[in-house]
């Protein structure tokens, strides 16, 4: 009980943090905010609304810092993240349409690379030295290519040169989103190019991980107990070794979704697929500061979420970790 709430204060502290910076960053960006959107948008906005942007963005000159905090808090609280002034409607409707599709490509791709990568690590661990271990260097070169390099030669053979799949977009155009099998087809085909992207460019990291912990725990003494006492070989390998070895994955797994919506980002934008990540490149080149600001809020409480998960799932796994102490 006090390994978790030692975790819950310390995720409690840092979603804080994160929500000051958020407060910041407007106020800290080199000049002025709402003068710079003016003078990017002559002719559609008024000089004379500076001073209700200046409110909207909670800079009212009128007000304390510490006054500004406080409504900036009570409008997060109250769910309210502002307007954007790229789509001219508010940012929560924004990030509401934006976040099923990364959740749908990232968490896909990302569920698809670990399970795989973390069986086939599995196996080649467990029978090292033999013909699996030449999958390694392979799956370590596409690893160390670039999301966005990739991304482009993936366009450029399967779009371009074979016409398999489309080049961007996240589906046909021409159909209105429903819960049809027609649209959802149409979903799968254009976000398959990204996911394979995704799925390629980090499976290796995933099998390496594994396959050296398989190495490391098939030499523990309970092992070699378990295959003394006469187990059988998928017994020993999965409930003996794997288990113990896919700990160092758990949290792993979760570290990643940082640098996983990361890297979307860039592909997001080869592909032109409306995800958060390619609404949070929009709002910097537009300079609008409060899609900006939600963007950063719900990558930053994703990746929370996702590390607070593993540590829930790891405490469970490996009872030491919640060892008063």
Known sequence: MRFFTRRIVFYAITAWAAITINFFIPRIMPGDPVSALIAKNQGRISPDAAEALRALFGLDENMSLWDQYVAYWQLLLHGDLGISFTYMAPVADVIR????????LVGVATVISFTIGTLVGTGIGWRRGTWMDGLLPLSTFFSAVPYFWLALIAISLFSVTLGWFPASGSYDRSMVPNLSWEFIGSVIYYGFLPAMTIVISSIAGWMLGMRNMMVTVSSEDYVTVAQA?????????MGYAARNAILPQVSSFALSLGFIVGGTLVMEIVFSYQGIGYYLFSAVNAKDYPLMQGCFLVITFAVLLANMAADVAYGFLDPRTRQEG
């Open 97 to 104: 349409q934006a976040l099923p599709w990364t959740i749908g």
């Open 229 to 237: 006492k006469g187990l059988r070989e998928r017994t020993v390998r």
